[in-house]
DNA sequence: TGATAATTGTTATGCCGTATACCGAATATC
DNA sequence: GATATTCGGTATACGGCATAACAATTATCA
C-alpha cells in the first residue's frame, strides 16, 4: 500500500479561518501583513485532527442539509437499522453517548418519526429502539448523500488508497490509543 | 512512502467506551450479550476522524497534566512564541478561535502569569501579546512532554513513517476540504 | 420468600466550547 | 471633521458532555 505526496510534510501555514462561509477568498488586494508561522503546531497531530475533523463534520452538515441530520444522528440511524432489538444504553454506549444525554437525542428523532421506543416484554425497564419506515427511507437517502456528496469528495482530495490508508490509521487510534 | 497494514480495514466491533478511566478491560466474566455491528459507521471517515481525536486529546491532557495546559492553551503559547508583537485578533485568528472567546482564555493564562497584554504604542487599541520567562518555562517544559510522551506514544503505535502520512493527510484535509 | 443491590430510562444541573450581537475606545477613510 | 472600521471586551445563547439523583423494574442472595 502506498501513500502519495498530497503535500510537502512541512507546509501548513496560514491555517486561519476568518470567513465562517465560503474558501479560497485571499482577502486579495492588502499586502496581508505578513501571515503567523505555525511553527512547531504543524507538527502537533491532535492539531490537524482536530482542524480535520471540524472541516469533515462541516462538510457532513452540508452535504445531508437537505434530510436535517447531524452526524450524531445519522450514526444513531446507522445502527438503529444494523442493530436491531436493541435497547437505549446498548446503542448509546456503542456510540460513546452518556445515557442522559441520549434522551433528548432519541426524544429529536422520535418526534421526526424517524425511530420508535418500544416497551419490552422482557425487561420491562428498557426500551428497544426500532426505526420507522420513514426512519429507512431518510436513512437510504442520507447514505446516498454521504457516499456521493461527501466521501466522494474526501476521494477526490486523497484519492481511494489514501483515503483507506487514513481511515484504518484512524481506526487504529481510535481502537488502541 | 509506504503504509504497513496497521489493523485490517474492515476490523471495528465494540468502539464503545463504558468506563471513562482505563482501557483494556474485557468485562471477564460476563458472555458479553454479543457486541453490536458498527456496519457502515467503520467506513464512515468522520466518525473515525472524532473518536481519534477525543483519544488523542485525552492522552494530551494526560501527558501535560502536570503543567496543566489544555491542547488549545498549548498551541497559543506556541504561537506567541513564534510569533512575538501579534495583538490578539491575529493569534485569535489563526488559530481559529472567535475574539470573544479568547478574551477569557488569555484571562486564564494572564492570571497565571504565562503571557502578558500590552498596548501597543501604534495602535491603542490592540494589545501585544507576549510570553512571559514562567510563560516560556513551562513551554519548554510543555514540548518536551507532549514530544517524549504524547507523540512518542503515537510513533510507537503508527510507526514513524504512517505517523508522516496520517499528519500529511490531515493537514490537506484541513487546509483544502 | 423477602430484603438488598443493580439496572433502565429519565430529569436536573453544570461546565466547556462555540457562535452572535453589541458596546466604547481608538483609528482609518474620505 | 463626519462616517465607517477595527480592537478588545461584555453579555448571551446554544450544543456537547459530564455527574448526581430518582422511580420503576429486575437481579441477587441470605
Not at 435497547?87 to 426524544?107: C, K
Not at 419506515?133 to 448523500?145: E, N, P, S, W
Amino acid at each position: 500500500m502506498t501513500v502519495s505526496k498530497t503535500a510537502s510534510a512541512t507546509a501548513a501555514v496560514d491555517a486561519a479561518k476568518p470567513s465562517r462561509g465560503g474558501r479560497k477568498e485571499p482577502a486579495e488586494g492588502s499586502a496581508d501583513d505578513a501571515a503567523l508561522q505555525l511553527g512547531e503546531l504543524s507538527e502537533l497531530l491532535g492539531y490537524s485532527l482536530k482542524r480535520a475533523q471540524l472541516r469533515v463534520f462541516e462538510d457532513f452538515l452540508r452535504c445531508v442539509a437537505p434530510l436535517q441530520l447531524t452526524p450524531a444522528q445519522f450514526s444513531v440511524l446507522l445502527l438503529l437499522d444494523r442493530n436491531p432489538g436493541r435497547n437505549q444504553t446498548e446503542i448509546a454506549n456503542t456510540l460513546g453517548i452518556l445515557r442522559p444525554n441520549f434522551v433528548a437525542m432519541l426524544d429529536g428523532l422520535e418526534s421526526r418519526d424517524l425511530c420508535t421506543r418500544i416497551r419490552s416484554t422482557n425487561d420491562r425497564r428498557s426500551h428497544i429502539l426500532m426505526l420507522t419506515d420513514k426512519g429507512r427511507a431518510v436513512l437510504a437517502r442520507a447514505k446516498k448523500l454521504v457516499a456521493t456528496k461527501h466521501e466522494a469528495r474526501l476521494n477526490e482530495l486523497l484519492g481511494p488508497a489514501n483515503r483507506a490508508a487514513l481511515l484504518d490509521m484512524l481506526a487504529t487510534i481510535a481502537r488502541e490509543f
